[in-house]
């Protein structure tokens, strides 16, 4: 069934294009909210629970109050409203107090990846919040199209790998474990990731410099809308596959995870 772009504000569903959120809300001047995207498979939303327990602690640590059961409530009528679709539920809750779901298309992610790295540093206030302050992340993407890529990896000023501008990093070094920057180096507790770490055997947390990227033998970008995405060149270095073996044993992995959430493996 195709997608119809439908909204929920505040418990009204209504046509994407006539929701709205007044000019005055905080939400809008000055970024203050928090967000989540919720893939939908066929209609039926995957880890619903996991981005409903981050909205509250994103909320919870902006001193935002929400209610959860209404922010669960209006996901549940769009859903029921929206029908049989693949995409995302983009939900957002704006210090003026609105509530907004969307129902968004999620453009294919198959093909591999060139990134450029753009220097960053997470704001620590915001650690452990997936606000709607994202100009910076926006702009990280924005600087490496310029740079002739697809997105940035994001590196801080000492080097240090931290992710993608909406998903995290894995890299193989050796060749036969995974690794990924710990969440002390304040990435978003990503919960594809975190579902990636508890799934496979041979992958871990552990810090990633820029110069031991250089020596990668593959890597991808992880993330809700993007779920496992080979990376094929970093700035100029060329990774020797895309996807390699871990990759596409990753990918597979987290495939038949999302079929047995659902109910259709
Ligand atoms: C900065 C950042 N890192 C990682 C991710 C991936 O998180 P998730 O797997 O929960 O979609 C996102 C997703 O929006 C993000 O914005």
Redesign the pocket.
């Known amino acids: 069934m195709a997608l119809t772009p439908l909204a929920v504000l505040d418990g009204h569903i209504l046509p994407a294009d006539e929701a709205t959120v007044p000019v005055t809300d905080t939400g809008l001047l000055r970024g203050d909210g928090v967000f989540?995207?919720i893939?939908v498979y066929g209609g039926r939303p995957f880890?619903m629970d996991?981005?409903l327990r981050?909205m509250a602690h994103s909320a919870q640590n902006l001193r935002l109050e929400i209610d959860l059961s209404a922010v669960r409530a209006d996901t549940e009528a769009l859903l029921a409203e929206a029908g049989t679709f693949d995409g995302a539920v983009r939900f957002f809750v704006t210090r003026g107090g609105r509530r907004v779901g969307l129902v968004e298309a999620v453009p294919p992610h198959d093909q591999p990846l060139v990134l450029a790295s753009v220097e960053f540093v997470p704001p620590r206030v915001l650690d452990g919040v997936?606000s709607l302050s994202?100009a910076g992340?926006m702009l990280a993407k924005r600087l490496a199209e310029e740079a002739g890529g697809d997105d940035a990896l994001?590196v801080t000023p000492h080097g240090r790998v931290l992710?993608?501008?909406?998903?995290?990093l894995f890299a193989s070094l050796d060749g036969t474990t995974l690794v990924t920057p710990p969440l002390s180096d304040r990435?978003?507790?990503?919960?594809?990731?975190?579902?990636l770490l508890a799934m496979l055997p041979d992958a871990r947390e552990e810090v990633i410099t820029r110069e031991e990227l250089r020596g990668a033998q593959e890597a991808f970008l992880?993330?809700?809308?993007?779920e496992v995405q080979a990376i094929a060149r970093i700035d100029g270095d060329v990774l020797p596959q895309a996807p390699g073996p871990l990759t596409q044993a990753a990918s597979d992995a987290f495939g038949a995870h999302v079929r047995e959430a659902l109910g259709a493996a």
């Open positions: 989540e995207v893939r880890a996991d981005h981050r997936k994202y992340n994001l992710e993608g501008t909406t998903s995290s990435v978003l507790d990503s919960i594809t990731r975190r579902r992880a993330s809700t809308t993007r």
